[in-house]
């Protein structure tokens, strides 16, 4: 099961109308490629997994900078984890596993903020809950990953 890296193209976001979670990053992304601001190389923070030559899982993957660590400790570089979706046919296959498992491979702490009803499953791949006010004042309920020898000290 390969993960590949998503270009960002016309062929790419007719593909992401497939899944739920089609919003406004993918509307932006859109409106970029129309007004020919968005190269065919351009960087994409989002990865998918094929099934032949229809694409059946994704995530958005984002690196965030120490300087804006709100949520491990010491401050450190981590990966941001969204939008990771499976198409309801394809579910129940370890595609979405393949995709936490690639994010895994970076070697980073990861963040996410599940979805409802996903709280197992990211329980299943490692995640640990992290309640405490000032997440649930922004409305968060993050979940997060530690690779191995990674201090898991929250704020």
């Known amino acids: 099961m390969a993960v590949t890296k998503l270009h960002i193209n016309f062929k790419t976001l007719e593909e992401f109308k497939k899944f739920k979670e089609y919003g406004l990053q993918e509307l932006s992304m ?8 968005i190269e065919e190389n351009s960087e994409s923070p989002f990865y998918g ?12 993957l984002y690196q ?17 984890l969204w939008k990771l979706e499976v198409i309801q046919d394809y579910q129940g296959r370890g595609f979405g596993k393949a995709l936490v498992e690639y994010a895994k491979s970076f070697g980073l702490p990861i963040k996410t903020n599940p979805r409802v009803n996903s709280k197992d499953f990211w329980e ?5 809950n992290v309640n405490y006010e000032m997440e649930r004042d922004r409305g968060e309920n993050p979940l997060v990953w530690y690779p191995e020898g990674v201090d898991p000290q929250v704020h």
């Not at 859109?30 to 601001?37: H, S, T």
């Not at 965030?64 to 941001?80: A, G, I």
């Open 124 to 128: 299943k791949m490692g995640f640990k």
């Open 64 to 80: 965030v900078d120490s300087r804006f660590d709100r949520y491990f400790s010491p401050p450190q570089n981590y990966l941001e």
């Open 30 to 37: 859109l409106e970029d490629l129309e007004g020919n601001i």
């Open 49 to 60: 997994i094929y099934f032949g030559d229809k694409l059946v899982a994704r995530m958005s």
